[in-house]
Nanobody, 123 residues
Framework: VQLQASGGGLVQAGGSLRLSCKAS????????MGWFRQAPGNEREFVAL????????IHADSVLGRFTISKDTAANAVYLQMNSLKPEDTAVYYC?????????????????WGQGTLVTVSS
């Protein structure tokens, strides 16, 4: 599976962005898909995941109610709608794919990673 993330940019606090992750390769629909982020000097942290069938969505407490993960299996794509953005959301955002199911929230549970897209939120 190859992943390509896009949609990052510069936005003011309170604004919105929609990140996209386009997947190529076989069996995309069978993977748990996740979004992670990494700010300078920080470890990579879990943001959200969606199960292979879209039936389970889990969001980190820090983004709950503001971010929403979704997927379009026909388009081989996963999205992260980010609303009410805060300066502390500034980071490089990565999409990733895992063969595991359930609460797959650790970076090392994911086998495939996109290249990352930078989100900068100004105050």
């Amino acid at each position: 599976v190859q992943l390509q993330a896009s949609g990052g940019g510069l936005v003011q606090a309170g604004g919105s962005l929609r990140l996209s992750c386009k997947a190529s390769g076989q069996y995309f629909s069978m993977y748990t898909m996740g979004w992670f982020r990494q700010a300078p000097g920080n470890e990579r942290e879990f943001v959200a995941l969606i199960s292979w069938n879209g039936g389970t969505k889990i969001h980190a407490d820090s983004v709950l109610g503001r971010f929403t993960i979704s997927k379009d299996t026909a388009a081989n794509a996963v999205y992260l709608q980010m609303n009410s953005l805060k300066p502390e959301d500034t980071a490089v955002y990565y999409c990733a794919a895992s063969r595991l199911t359930g609460r797959v929230e650790r970076p090392y549970d994911y086998s495939y990673w996109g290249q990352g897209t930078l989100v900068t939120v100004s105050s």
